[in-house]
């Protein structure tokens, strides 16, 4: 079973950067596509960005495209996202998740593409 591990969260003030770390418990990602979501309260959950960990392709919602980058440690044991330039509308809860199998392009962006969740991390962007 695997099981995802978040840290990283923290309260910062816009503008600032953070780094998420995913870490993997019980065993380890093979060729599993890894995602951030996340969850502000009273909103859905929301894609983030995506990475797979067998060739290294990476997505991004247009909300953090340029500004977060998802990335990948070898071998293949830790994925994290790092956020600059911070916005009071990226405060919610991140969760990483990871696929059981292959997700095509058109679906990465979906949660019930993933089997695999982590409790979440909070940040929090305020002034």
């Known amino acids: 079973q695997l099981e995802l591990v978040e840290s990283g969260g923290a309260l910062v003030q816009p503008g600032a950067s953070l780094k998420l770390s995913c870490a993997p418990s019980?065993?380890?990602?093979?060729?599993?596509?890894v995602a951030w979501f996340r969850q502000a309260p009273g909103k859905e959950r929301e894609f983030v960005a995506a990475i797979r960990l067998g060739g290294g392709d990476v997505y991004y919602s247009d909300s953090v495209r340029g500004r977060f980058t998802i990335s990948r440690d070898n071998p293949k044991k830790t994925v994290y996202l790092q956020m600059s330039t911070l916005k009071l509308e990226d405060t919610a809860v991140y969760y990483c998740?990871?696929?059981?199998?292959?997700?095509?392009?058109?679906?990465?962006?979906?949660?019930?593409?993933?089997?695999?969740w982590g409790q979440g991390t909070q940040v929090t962007v305020s002034s």
């Open positions: 019980g065993r380890t990602f093979s060729r599993n596509t």
């Open positions: 998740a990871a696929s059981g199998t292959q997700v095509i392009v058109s679906a990465i962006h979906m949660p019930r593409m993933y089997a695999y």
